[in-house]
């Protein structure tokens, strides 16, 4: 009775706002030649968002830093059926993905992007211990975990990784669905758009799978199993690497890039 009195008006405040979502669901759009699938987990974070800025007392008890840190740490646990789907959607085409796993394989090393293009910029931006969460990956799933049980999400790490994936979740889906669609009018194959939908956000990886199914309705199933293969891969290899590969690289790029930034100070100092 004390843990629902504690934590039970946020469940419920959840479960109205998923409510609200599911009843708005994905809603499409046309930009020309190009259709933007807005997913409900989009809505639902801006629902939450939204009812934050309500001036109301109670609603700000609700988002008490004791019951965030609750929501913070069970989300994870949250994703679990999602990859039970995932795995549900690979079944039927396995053969196919088996045959270009290799693929797959190579396709994890992008996840290193992050780090060589975005560590840099974050730290000439002036971000520090920030840039460390923000820019381990793509601040889903997996670098959540990382991060929260290295870091815990009250760290500058931690703020880090918690502003990307909600910039993610709200802006990651909508990019990705206009994406998809524009790769394809390049005239990349529709299974290499599939495969590299699954970047590790299941929002963002929906969003580009469902664009390009509604392309080539004809190879929907595949374009979906694709996607979830990769997808599935991410979150289960690309653990792997980022903890043996992403982790000591972001570690040897931050110490000498801060290490050259401060020494410039040093010599440059700013003048008042």
Sequence with gaps: MKYFKSYG??????????????????QIFSIGKIEVSILPLVFAVIIAILIYLIPWHPIKKLYSDKRVKFAGKYMILIMLPLMARYGANVAPKINEILSVGWVFLVHELGNLG???????VALLLGLRQEAIGSTLGLGREGELAYISEKYTLDSPEGRGVLGIYLIGTIFG??????????????????KAVAMSSGVGSSSMMTAASTALAAIVPKHSETV???AAASQLLTS??????MYFLAVPLQKFMYVHITHVLDH???V?????
């Design 236 to 241: 289960f290899i690309g653990t792997y690497i």
């Design 173 to 190: 889906s909508i990019v990705f669905s206009i994406l998809a669609p524009v790769l394809l009018g390049m005239g990349f194959s529709y």
């Design 264 to 266: 410039k100070r040093e």
């Design 268 to 272: 440059y100092p700013e003048h008042d």
């Design 114 to 120: 992050t780090i060589l293009f975005g560590l840099p």
């Design 224 to 226: 979906l199993s694709f």
């Design 9 to 26: 008006p946020l469940i419920l405040l959840v479960l109205l706002i998923d409510f609200i979502a599911e009843m708005i669901g994905m």
